[in-house]
């Protein structure tokens, strides 16, 4: 039942997965499902993300919920939008993005 | 696409004129670092055109030329003779590629090969870091402009002997500049709607850093993101700070804007701000960026070819016609073979299409040409005004007015003239390589010389003068110049010299092609011309008349035929072309030292300068360019001859003596007893021989527009064409050169069978 790794410490369920294609026709529903973790208080389980746009990065650096597993791909999207580092820090918030 | 596909072919015509002109030079010695890069970028500018048409052939032929134009560029071998004779070949067989792409035909491959392979060979003997340096600037330039190409590249092996590409597509690198680019760029939320994305765009700039062989740094300032409860998913929050490497230029950054300008804010501002950009960013981004995206499946489908972001590496010209859909062939999966077949077919059923003929005109021209069309409406209007007042000063201002009307339409015309006026440096660049092949067809070695190519004239002039030309030069190679055993012997240098020439004279062009060969053997001439029944066996003619033989339908003195020439149908070809243009060929020949011919030709084929003159009661026009003089004679300075003509001597000069009317048999009256007082015109042919025609008035000097009797009725002796006065009256231009030789003829009283061929 626990995420493996650095799942983080609030971490009680399991990931919510994520779709692969992240694009802007997904943010809604991005959105909804990101929203719903954070209801939850569950992570959100980056690994089978394909592809993430300007939009939906919004989404996700908003919500400040950490991203289990992150795919190669994510890393590199991350790493081209100039984002890593809310990669490497799991536990980040969205008070201290916003500061 | 048809239409652009036009674009290119003509860009690549003025890049193989470019290609050719630079090659010259080097050829001639001129090895500066401007000639030698006006070479590589006229074959580098065809090659990014041919690709992004998917012009195969082109590309992978052009794609070996610019290798090893690039070997010369970076100085790793020196255009030597041999060098630059070798690009002088491939040259011909690119400029046969265009053409077989415009629809033309198909070059064999056998001859692409052979260039394929000296082209390599030069490559190679460059040095044996061809394969390495080359190679390893190129892995960090990576050619994203050309990225459908390389592709295309895989299965080339097929048809040429295996080549080591090393995907140099020599980019140009821009000057570094001392500071790096920083680029501020937020998406509007419209930018999103269109279903683009802030990603292509980092991408794009991604990829033109890596061409020049940096990355980008990125930071995302997400300081306006709203906490997750108040954020409206598709609204843009985010906007990117990125510093690129020095050596990116401006241009190319604009670029990666160019589609999405309307939808962001961005700017792009040099410099050094390298130490603000966050530390933490691991450097990374760059080269994952464009994996990703190779391997993405493709989330644009929609909008594939929206960003142009590859693309601002391309020489200006081809970057401002072809934007590639570069972001298409970011996102195929690597390998896949899937480049760009839409534009392909399409390109390949517009090179089927006959070409359009279209001109491409400065625009200044084009300006004066409204200037004075605006004008012209102003003066129709002062006309229309003063021709209702009927008042004397009225009537007098209404003459001025017209008469100024007269001028502004003379400007008019020398205006439109000047749009159809084209340099003969087309035509003209295009017979060195008749010059080359001839050369190597014959085994000798001869360097021709151009001179006045900028000269301009009529653009139906400039296409058909090719022909004659080709012939000529031919003939001149074949004939004229003597085998390099036999130059030796008599004492000339090894290499023969064709020069070809073009200069206006007195409102005509003049072309000659001047050979320091052996000269016109005129004996041999003689007999030929009498072994093939052109000329009886006791004919008389002067010098200029054995010359003028060789035109004759028929006559080939080779003694056998080559490939050539020799087969006696090229000069008398030559003679009609020239002659349907309204030119004529002059020849002079000094035996030992080499001959001349000379093509006189009209600058235009619709206008000339003519003199209204009066003969028989008929108004008629002569070309004032054939008019050396007028004057009224005196009775003594004119003799009769016995056979009933008479000649005149003017200053010392005697020349023949034409009463014009009876010479065209329009006089119904006999001839005067006294010619004294007549007024007469010194005309002269191109030949420079002159004769005085007897006319009854001088009336006008005036323009007139030419109107083929040829083709509205029938070729008349002594008449070229016809027009139409301003009373409505049509009018006859004499043909000038037809009524002197036609004289000098009486006065040689040579066999009469001889002479109509020799009068046209």
């Known amino acids: 039942m626990i995420a493996e790794d650095e799942a983080g410490p609030t971490l009680s369920i399991a990931p919510v997965p994520l779709p692969e294609r992240l694009d802007t026709a997904a943010v809604e529903a991005l959105k909804d499902l990101v929203a719903q973790a954070e209801a939850e208080g569950s992570a959100l389980d980056a690994s089978g993300i394909a592809y993430i746009g300007g939009l939906c990065l919004q989404v996700l650096l908003a919500s400040g919920r950490p991203l289990v597993a992150p795919s190669e791909k994510v890393r590199e999207a991350f790493a081209l939008f100039g984002v890593s580092e809310f990669l490497s820090e799991p536990s980040t918030s969205s008070s201290e993005l916003s500061a | 696409m048809d239409d652009i596909l036009q674009i290119f072919f003509q860009e690549c015509d003025e890049q193989l004129q470019e290609l050719e002109r630079g090659l010259s030079a080097l050829s001639d010695g001129e090895s500066e670092h401007e000639t030698v890069n006006a070479v590589f970028r006229a074959v580098h500018s065809i090659k990014g055109g041919a690709a992004s048409f998917g012009l195969d052939n082109l590309v992978r032929f052009s794609h070996v030329f610019e290798n090893s134009l690039d070997g010369l560029r970076s100085g790793r071998f020196a255009p030597t003779h041999d060098v630059v004779k070798t690009f002088l070949k491939a040259m011909d067989v690119l400029s046969d590629l265009v053409n077989e792409a415009r629809g033309g035909a198909a070059v064999d491959p056998t001859r692409v090969a052979e260039s394929h392979a000296e082209l390599a060979a030069i490559n190679r003997t460059g040095g044996d870091h061809d394969g390495t340096a080359s190679a390893a600037t190129t892995e960090d330039v990576i050619p994203v402009d050309f990225s459908p190409v390389p592709i295309d590249f895989e299965p080339v092996t097929a048809d040429f002997e295996p080549i080591p590409f090393d995907f140099d597509f020599g980019e140009e690198k821009p000057a570094p500049a001392a500071a790096a680019l920083r680029v501020t760029f937020h998406p509007h939320d419209a930018l999103y709607e269109r279903g683009d994305d802030a990603r292509n765009i980092l991408i794009g700039l991604a990829d033109i850093a890596r061409e020049c062989g940096g990355e980008i740094q990125t930071s995302c300032d997400w300081s306006a993101l709203p906490p997750l409860a108040d954020l409206v998913p598709d609204k843009s929050y985010l906007t990117w700070h990125i510093v690129l490497p020095p050596e990116v230029s401006e241009e190319s950054t604009n670029a990666v804007f160019d589609w999405v300008s309307e939808d962001c804010d961005f700017s792009i501002v040099r410099e050094s701000t390298e130490d603000e950009i966050p530390p933490e960013q691991d450097g990374g981004q760059a080269e994952p960026a464009e994996t990703e995206a190779a391997a993405a499946p493709p989330p644009e489908e929609e909008r594939a070819a929206e960003p142009p972001a590859p693309e601002p590496a391309l020489p200006p010209p081809v970057e401002a016609l072809f934007p590639m859909p570069v972001a298409a062939a970011l996102d195929l999966p690597p390998g896949s073979t899937a480049t760009p077949p839409p534009v392909t077919g399409a390109a390949q059923a517009a090179a089927r299409k006959p070409e359009q003929a279209s001109i491409r005109v400065d625009l200044h021209r084009i300006d004066d040409l409204m200037d004075l069309v605006g004008e012209l409406v102003i003066a129709q209007a002062a006309i229309e005004s003063l021709s209702r007042r009927t008042d004397a000063a009225g009537q007098h201002e209404l003459v001025q007015s017209i008469s100024s009307m007269q001028s502004l339409t ?351």
Not at chain 2, 508 to 537: C, H, S, W, Y
Not at chain 2, 567 to 585: E, H
């Open chain 2, 410 to 760: 003379r400007d008019i015309q020398d205006a439109v003239m000047a749009v159809r006026a084209q340099p003969v440096r087309a035509v003209f660049q295009r017979m060195q390589r008749v010059v080359r092949e001839a050369c190597s067809m014959t085994g000798k070695d001869i360097v021709l010389t151009l001179e006045g190519e900028d000269t301009e004239v009529d653009r139906t002039l400039v296409e058909k003068l090719t022909d004659p030309l080709t012939h000529m030069l031919r003939n001149a190679v074949d004939h004229g110049i003597e085998s390099t055993e036999a130059r030796i012997a008599a004492g000339k240098p090894a290499e023969g010299h064709i020069v070809l020439s073009a200069e206006h004279r007195s409102g005509r062009i003049l072309i000659t092609i001047k050979d320091d060969g052996a000269g016109i053997n005129r004996q041999r001439v003689f007999e030929t011309a009498v072994k093939r029944g052109i000329i009886p066996p006791n004919a008389v003619l002067s010098d200029d008349e054995i010359n003028n033989l060789i035109f004759m339908p028929g006559f080939s003195t080779a003694a056998t035929v080559s490939n050539l020439s020799g087969r006696g149908v090229g000069m008398d070809v030559v003679k009609q072309a020239i002659q349907s243009l309204g030119g004529r060929i002059t020849i002079s020949s000094t035996p030992g030292k080499g001959t001349t011919f000379g093509f006189s030709l009209p600058l235009t084929l619709a206008i000339l300068d003519g003199m209204l003159i009066v003969a028989g009661g008929s108004t008629m026009v002569i070309p004032i360019s054939s008019i050396i003089e007028t004057m009224i004679v005196k009775q003594s300075d004119i003799y009769a001859l016995p056979d009933g003509s008479n000649v005149i001597s003017i200053r010392g000069d005697c020349m023949p003596l034409i009463p014009l009317a009876t010479a065209l048999k329009l006089s119904d009256a006999p001839p005067r007893d006294s010619l004294d007082a007549s007024i007469i015109l010194v005309v002269e042919n191109e030949s420079g021989a002159r004769a005085a025609l007897i006319v009854d008035e001088i009336r006008d000097q005036t323009q007139v527009v030419i109107k083929s009797i040829e083709s509205n009725y029938r070729q008349i002796f002594g008449v070229s064409a016809a027009t139409i006065l301003g009373d409505g009256s049509v009018s006859l231009i004499l043909d000038v050169s037809a009524l002197v030789a036609s004289a000098i003829g009486h006065i040689d009283s040579k066999p009469s069978n001889t002479r109509p061929e020799l009068a046209a």
